[in-house]
């Protein structure tokens, strides 16, 4: 059976794009497996660290890239660095997962299951890009809109409310300048990136 040399292409280009992106060349990766015995979340990810590594060092044969860009294990990444800190040829593991989740973003291929991790994320980033600091309350209303989970720990609130963790109006920051030249600042920058 003849080998599609797009896919191909596309597994070679996401190797390289990482290098280019985190500096981190995954060849150098000799599978020790070392990251993976010590990240808390292994157990709950569809390929551990190590194996993330793996596909892309797999650059050369077809659908391997793509089921890195495609796994749910880049969006559980904590970023805690254990890895890192464990990896025999420091190789930072954290920087990865975050250039395949732009990479996954950018391509349309986000695991179905991290849609509320990234529900919340968005919420997270625009309770601060508009307040310039963290409003729950805000951040709670608009995960549940983005995320449907209406009811979700709605037993919580008041609990939160009596001891002071959820306010009804949020505080912000006076510089408010300031604030948006530092968001347009970083999309002009994420817009740059290869
Ligand atoms: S940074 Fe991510 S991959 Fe590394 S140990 Fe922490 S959760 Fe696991
Ligand atoms: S610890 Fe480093 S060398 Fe070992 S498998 Fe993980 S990334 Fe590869």
Request: charged residues 25%.
């Amino acid at each position: 059976m003849r080998s599609d040399p797009h896919v191909h292409a596309a597994g070679a280009a996401l190797a390289d794009l990482v290098l280019e992106k985190t500096g981190v060349d995954v060849a150098r990766c000799y599978q020790c497996g070392k990251c993976s015995a010590g990240c808390p979340l292994a157990a709950e990810m569809d390929f551990p660290p190590s194996q993330i590594m793996h596909l892309l060092q797999l650059r050369d044969l077809p659908g391997f890239a793509e089921m890195a860009l495609r796994s749910h294990t880049i969006w559980l990444c904590l970023t805690c660095e254990i890895c890192y800190c464990r990896c025999p040829m420091e190789l930072d593991i954290p920087k990865v997962m975050d250039a395949l989740r732009h990479e996954s973003l950018a391509r349309g291929m986000v695991h179905p299951k991290a849609k509320d991790i990234l529900a919340f994320h968005r919420a997270f980033l625009d309770s601060v890009r508009v307040t310039g600091r963290l409003f729950e309350m805000g951040q709670v209303v608009d995960y549940k809109l983005r995320s449907g989970h209406f009811l979700q720990d709605l037993l919580q609130a008041p609990w939160m409310f009596w001891v002071g963790k959820l306010h009804l109006l949020p505080e912000r920051v006076r510089d408010r300048r300031a604030l948006k030249r530092i968001f347009a600042k970083t999309r002009r920058v994420g817009e740059k990136r290869p």
